[in-house]
């Protein structure tokens, strides 16, 4: 025997090309008008059964994934009749569920196990932990480099303390929230950076994601790092690179030169007869990696003077002259 199908975008009035914020501005506005605390009597029923339906339909659509599958049901279903899973639906989990108290068996078919809390029934369920929160953490080179403490700030979603959570206060919507239950609520975090940490990596803060509901415990807070543009190092890896310009003569007969680390200014030799192009390697200057550190290469730049004071270019003419003859190519 088949489900009855759900028309999701039929519940929340919108269309199937609808946009995020059209499918959340739909779902609000139901919301609103189908809370079954806003209802008594025999409306109430009415109420709870189509605020279920409301929170279903947007617990798929807000979905990116859940959406997706959701639409590639495409033509394989009618209006009205009873919908089974056809065998080639690749991507989809079906279950059988004898759970009626939560979303309809054509959610539980298609995504299993239920969906997160829903505001309208947490009332009977024990605790709920919260949602895992993932932001961005941005970080300067050195800071990645020594790694510490930094103070962040973050804008969260939070239970809402006049209605608890349930978007009605005093019988009517609770105007702290605008009857959605949640509040946003900005907190000051510290946040410990390892040595060395990565572009793109995560840095996870157990219990500091979304707030939990009936006693659950907060959800964890995952941290992406980016790193800022640094102007004068680049990063690959753990690997750094920078470039030193050098004199014509300096190239051409070597020099002691001062070169920039993430620790200071250190003197490196550069040989004889060096190129524009040429990097030279200094072990141990990158970041940190394991127990070791990656390498800083330095990139030489060999700066052709634009103007010369007669001394000099009667030096250059006179170095014409005893190279003159002479082959660039050997």
Sequence with gaps: MGVSYQDYYKILGVSRDATDREIKAAYRKLARKWHPDLHTGKDKAEAEEKFKQINEAYEVLKDPEKRAK???????????????????????????????????????????????????????????RGQDVESELELTLEEAYRGGEKTIQLSTGEICPACGGTGVAFDSFCNRCGGVGVTNTTRTLAVKIPPGVKDGSRIRLKGQGGEGLNGGGRGDLYLKIRLLPHPRFTVNGSDIETEVTLRPEQAVLGAQVKVPTLDGLVSVKVPPGTRTGHKLRLRGKGLPAGEGRGDEYVRIRIDIPDRLTPQEEQLYRQLAALREGVSING
């Design 70 to 128: 959701y639409d590639r049901l495409g033509a394989n279903w009618q209006d009205g009749q009873d919908f089974r899973p056809p065998p080639d639906m690749e991507g989809f989990h079906f279950y059988s569920t004898d759970d009626v108290s939560g979303f309809s068996d054509f959610f539980e078919m298609l995504f299993g196990g239920g969906a997160p809390f829903k505001r309208a029934r947490a009332a009977s369920r024990g605790p709920v």
